[in-house]
Structure formats: structure tokens, C-alpha cells
């Protein structure tokens, strides 16, 4: 999500991205329009409670680069790309194999021989 305030102070409006790429020091996202929107604002990732102050370095049609104002710590990216934050928790919750309907039947194992 953007949130980015007018001149006017006035409450922050939201508009969602889609973030494509994410370091410790910016990142790029894009989103449905860009009109009415500044070159300064705040990115923040649903699941995550930091909000993350940005400049705009780019912008290409609907893709955003943005430079962080101050760079996020190791742990905050960490918490961001995550693989189970992206699955929705099933990499923290292994995921219990369903043996099929042939339940009983051993499945082929192949093997390449070299020679």
C-alpha cells in the first residue's frame, strides 16, 4: 500500500501496488494510475506494521522506483520476502502429503544410470 499526504495535511490516501522488487535501500512497485501522485510518501506491506518513507528515483508508466529515506534494517526486509509471509504460512507449516487415490500403490521410481 501508498499512503501519501497532500500539502494540505489532510488525511493520508491509500492506493494499493503491487511490489516487484525490495532491498535494504528502495524499492520498485507499480500501480493502476499514478495520477495524484507525489514524488514523497509512505510504502507499507499488509502483514507488516513498519511504514517505510520514500523518495521517487523513477517512474515508468505504471512501475515506481522509490530510495528509502532511512534504509530498513536486515531484519525488516527479511520479514517482508519471507517465504511463508508470501505463501500465507504454509513454508512455516509443512505441508503433509496426500497419498492420491491409488492409496496403497507404490509409485514408480526411475533412475538414471550412467554409464
Known sequence: MVLSVGLD??????RTCQLIDISLGGAS???NTTI???????L????V??????????RNDHRIGVQFIK???????????????????VAANP???????MRGVERPRFELQRT
Open 9 to 14: 495535511l489532510a488525511a493520508p490516501k491509500v
Open 29 to 31: 512497485f507499480s500501480v
Open 36 to 42: 495524484g501522485l507525489g514524488e514523497h510518501y509512505y
Open 44 to 47: 507499507t506491506v499488509v502483514g
Open 49 to 58: 506494521l513498519a511504514k517505510m518513507g520514500c523518495a521517487e528515483v523513477y
Open 71 to 89: 534504509e530498513i534494517d536486515e531484519e525488516l526486509l527479511h520479514q517482508i520476502v519471507r517465504a511463508d509471509y508470501f505463501t500465507g504460512g
Open 95 to 101: 505441508k503433509q502429503q496426500n497419498p492420491g487415490y
